[in-house]
């Protein structure tokens, strides 16, 4: 079984903390008679725009050497750091749900927690 992703992922976090550099920071750049407001907010914004890039780009990473496998007895989740294998009866409930842009995460219960992987 095989399951496409997009390699970046948009959260509500991402999407309201953009729309608020826009529609906020922007026009009070551009209206401000202050000089101190106009250097203030465009170093502000310049953090914003820095962390937006450096977030998706970290993301885009991590989802590229990120994979799962299923094979016939198991399930194997890659990521950076670590390899889990869990069996299929060891497993109570997996289920695999769509985010924004077509990514998809998997939720599986095999122990008292249930545990969230992105791929």
């Keep these: 079984m095989e399951i496409k992703y997009s390699k970046f992922d948009f959260n509500k976090n991402d999407i309201g903390f953009f729309l608020f550099f826009m529609i906020y920071i922007q026009p009070q750049l551009l209206f401000s008679k202050n000089m101190e407001d106009i250097l203030v907010g465009s170093l502000f914004l310049s953090i914003a725009i820095f962390y937006f890039i450096y977030r998706f780009y970290?993301?885009?990473?991590?989802?590229?050497?990120?994979?799962?496998?299923?094979?016939?007895?198991?399930?194997?989740?890659?990521?950076?750091?670590?390899?889990?294998?869990?069996?299929?009866?060891?497993?109570?409930?997996?289920?695999?749900?769509?985010?924004?842009?077509?990514?998809?995460?998997?939720?599986?219960?095999?122990d008292e927690s249930i545990n969230f992987f992105d791929i």
Excluded: A, M, P, Q
């Design 58 to 110: 970290l993301v885009w990473i991590l989802k590229k050497k990120g994979e799962i496998r299923f094979y016939n007895e198991l399930i194997e989740i890659k990521g950076e750091f670590f390899v889990k294998k869990l069996g299929y009866r060891n497993i109570r409930n997996l289920t695999i749900r769509k985010n924004y842009l077509n990514s998809y995460d998997i939720v599986i219960n095999y």
